[in-house]
């Protein structure tokens, strides 16, 4: 990890003095690990694509002031945490109206009642207040320990343990809504 930080640190200084070609290779690295972060999320490859190109873009144009105070990877998924936060904000009412247009579960297969009870689930999380829902992402999704979620979000691992335990229940609670 301490060498891939610096292999990291050393790529985002020729990229601050100029050096495209290292932002290249910081996306060659990071993108199948984003993907992943992100298809997780949203169930759907293209929008996906999407959510990571909206990363590096916004990574293109940040980058410049990157103070090395951190890892690159924690850097990378505190973006990737506000870029999630902000579509499924976006899209909460979208992907809630979405639901009634589902058959019924009798009427499905094995399949397709696993995809309706992935949907379910994300539907639930997308309610979670936004530090709850951060976590529980970073916990679940990517199975990160407490010490790097508080990295990532510069909450304690005390504070991060307390906000997943919340959501927990309050996932719980919304899928018991139903």
Known sequence: MQNDMHKDHELIR???NGDTKSFDTLVRVYLPEMMGFFIKITNDRMLAEDLCQD???KL????????????????????????ANTWITRNKWKNILGLD???????????IERD??????????????????????????????????????GM????????????????????NEK
């Open 101 to 111: 247009k589902v058959p019924e579960p009798t009427q499905l297969n094995q399949d």
């Open 116 to 153: 309706w009870e992935q949907k379910e689930l994300r539907e639930a999380i997308s309610r979670l207040p936004k530090k709850q829902r951060s976590v529980v992402l970073l916990r679940v999704n990517d199975e990160f320990s407490y010490s790097q979620i508080s990295e990532i979000t």
């Open 60 to 83: 293109f144009k940040y980058l410049k002031n990157f103070r090395f105070e951190s890892t690159f990877k924690t850097y990378l998924y505190r973006i990737n945490i506000n870029t």
């Open 55 to 57: 990363v590096f873009l």
């Open 14 to 16: 020729k990229f601050q």
């Open 156 to 175: 304690s691992e005390a504070t991060a343990k307390v906000n997943f335990h919340h959501a927990k229940k309050k996932l719980i609670e919304i899928i």
